[in-house]
């Protein structure tokens, strides 16, 4: 079945450190690969997305993120940490052609020590 | 630039009661969705809709909801008759292109079932 895996739930940091995320997926093909961002109260603001190309890809607030196919993972990196970046975060993936919804990870809810 | 609403941004309801949530979407987006996220748990795909009509649904979505767009703005999501078991909160997306096309999410509504 095809499915999303963070297998952090909760990360703690303290600022200026840096900060990875993990995102691993189980899908046949390589799918369309998305991070959300999600702060208190908040709706899921896109930090950054996957299509093809390069696998390293740049996001907003300094993110960026590498796919790396052999692991099918997505991970999330972000070389100094804000505390304003304390948030929920969400890998998702968009399977392919012929559906439309997006699966999303368990969520992984970063902490930032000051 | 342009963003998803929804209201009300939180609703308390007794089991049993209907309930409207309401969403515009980004007004030149043709595709639109409904997610839920319980307390705790993962972001769920619980239906798409394009052109009027339903394109895909979840086990989630069962007869007790309907969605519908009644204008040329909004969508609606509407459960019939509510279960402790639906508070919930609720996004909102939408997207000017289908399948793996990045999807724009509002703010949510934060559904309490009594």
């Known amino acids: 079945a095809q499915s999303v895996t963070q297998p952090d739930i909760h990360i703690t940091v303290s600022e200026g450190a840096s900060l990875e995320l993990r995102c691993n997926y189980s899908y046949g093909a390589t799918p369309y690969l998305f991070w959300y961002v999600q702060s208190p109260g908040q709706g899921l603001q896109l930090l950054l997305k996957y299509f093809s190309g390069d696998t390293l890809v740049q996001g907003i607030k300094g993110f960026e993120a590498e796919f790396k196919r052999s692991q099918s993972s997505f991970n999330l990196r972000k070389p100094s940490v804000h505390w304003s970046d304390a948030a929920e975060y969400f890998c998702a993936v968009a399977p392919g052609v012929g559906t439309y919804k997006y699966i999303f990870g368990t969520g992984t809810r970063l902490k930032v020590l000051a | 630039e342009p963003e998803v609403t929804q209201t009300p941004s939180h609703q308390v309801t007794q089991m049993g009661q209907e309930v409207i949530l309401r969403c515009v979407p980004i007004s030149n987006h043709l595709y639109f969705y409904w997610y839920r996220q319980i307390l705790g748990q993962k972001v769920e795909f619980l239906v798409s809709?394009?052109?009027?009509?339903?394109?895909?649904k979840s086990e989630i979505f069962d007869d007790q909801f309907s969605v519908e767009r009644p204008d040329g703005s909004n969508f609606t999501l509407k459960i019939r008759s509510t279960k402790l078991e639906d508070s919930a909160m609720y996004f909102c997306?939408?997207?000017?292109?289908?399948?793996?096309?990045?999807?724009?999410f509002g703010p949510g509504t934060r559904l309490l079932v009594l």
């Open positions: 997306a939408s997207t000017g292109g289908q399948y793996q096309e990045t999807q724009y």
């Open positions: 809709f394009y052109n009027n009509e339903i394109s895909e």
